[in-house]
């Protein structure tokens, strides 16, 4: 008989892990070492499961760079022993997070299933179990001794998303996040359907290697009617700025003031990095469909294609941090990596 799939659970904090107390009707954090008794569903589950937690549970609006380096080196360490792994955090930054660790994680060959829940586990009417069991399930997924999925993904209210494809925009709906240019990977109803032919699959015999510098000289500046001057100068003049998402109407315009135009010219030839990306959740930038656009293209701003807003701010932290050469930056920043773009 095969041995049974080992799972580690990484809890970071968020709503998922809280519970409350009926009497007092208050949240507390849940004692994540006692998972198994307060959840007695998981020992159905055909896998072992260990559990680890972050010292401080986090509420995840404090996540940052050093958590995704924590999380990161977290599975570095435990990546011989387990067969997937399970990263419980607060929903309002987990595409961020997701994003973040599908890039720091290179040639990733097993599961890494991000998940969080609206309600607490241990509320009545929680999504938390369907959540935590569903994720579990997929990460313990194998066929021919191979894990099924071999990348970051996010698994939210019956829907398994490749992370770095999604987006919040619900804070009060189960159904919390989506992915609108990416279809779902799996989704979960009667049975477990898995999309296969959306999975990335790592290239056999390739090694696990884990990226730990993230550069956070980076910003976002989301263009709205009547933006002034001062403020777009105030952000391409950031002592220290190496790159910026610009996120433009549509698919990828923006006014056509000299001024604006001749500022952005003039932060790219300081060697400042502008990435074009669509405020849209869904659909592509296309520069040079709209007159609005065709500036933009001449000034020679990175495509950010179809990438989400998300995807793009940890992409240039991770490309930065990496120390890719400025000369090939545009064209890396162009290429799809983890399945972040079209
Ligand atoms: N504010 C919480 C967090 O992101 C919400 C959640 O857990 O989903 O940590």
Redesign the pocket.
């Known amino acids: 008989m095969s041995k049974k799939p080992n799972i580690l659970l990484i809890y970071t904090?968020?709503?998922?892990g809280m519970i409350k107390d009926y009497p007092s009707g208050t949240l507390r954090a849940f004692d994540f070492n006692k998972l198994v008794s307060n959840i007695p569903e998981l020992s159905q589950l055909e896998c072992e499961i260990e559990s680890i937690s972050f010292k401080t549970p986090i509420?995840?609006?404090n996540m940052n760079p050093s958590y995704w380096v924590l999380i990161a080196s977290i599975i570095e360490q435990n990546y011989e022993k387990f067969d997937g792994f399970v990263v419980l955090q607060?929903?309002?930054?987990m595409s961020y997070s997701s994003s973040a660790l599908s890039y720091m994680l290179e040639n990733l060959s097993k599961p890494v299933i991000f998940t969080?829940?609206?309600l607490p586990i241990g509320d009545l009417r929680t999504d938390a179990k369907e959540n935590l069991i569903t994720s579990i399930q997929i990460a313990a997924l194998q066929e021919n001794n191979q894990a099924v999925v071999q990348e970051v993904c996010l698994y939210f209210e019956y829907k398994l998303y490749r992370a770095n494809r999604t987006t919040k925009i619900n804070a009060e709906h189960f159904q919390a996040f989506t992915s609108l240019n990416f279809p779902a990977l799996a989704e979960s109803g009667v049975h477990l359907k898995i999309n296969q032919n959306y999975l990335l699959k790592n290239k056999k015999g390739k090694k696990l290697k884990v990226h730990k510098v993230m550069d956070t000289n980076v910003a976002i500046f989301k263009l709205f009617p009547g933006f002034n001057r001062a403020l777009l100068q105030g952000i391409l003049n950031i002592p220290g700025l190496k790159a910026l998402v610009f996120e433009t109407y549509g698919a990828g315009n923006a006014p056509t003031d000299d001024w604006l135009l001749s500022d952005l010219s003039e932060a790219i030839k300081r060697g400042l990095h502008i990435v074009n990306v669509t405020q849209c959740s869904g659909g592509s930038v296309i520069m040079g469909r709209y007159s609005t656009s065709e500036q933009l293209k001449k000034l020679q701003l990175i495509n950010g294609g179809d990438i989400t807003s998300e995807a793009a701010i940890t992409k240039l932290m991770y490309l930065l941090g990496s120390g890719v050469s400025h000369k090939s930056f545009r064209t890396i920043f162009e290429t799809s990596l983890r399945g972040e773009l079209t």
């Not at 904090?13 to 998922?16: L, P, V, W």
């Not at 607060?90 to 930054?93: E, I, K, L, N, R």
């Open positions: 904090g968020g709503t998922i509420d995840s609006s607060g929903s309002d930054t969080g829940s609206q």
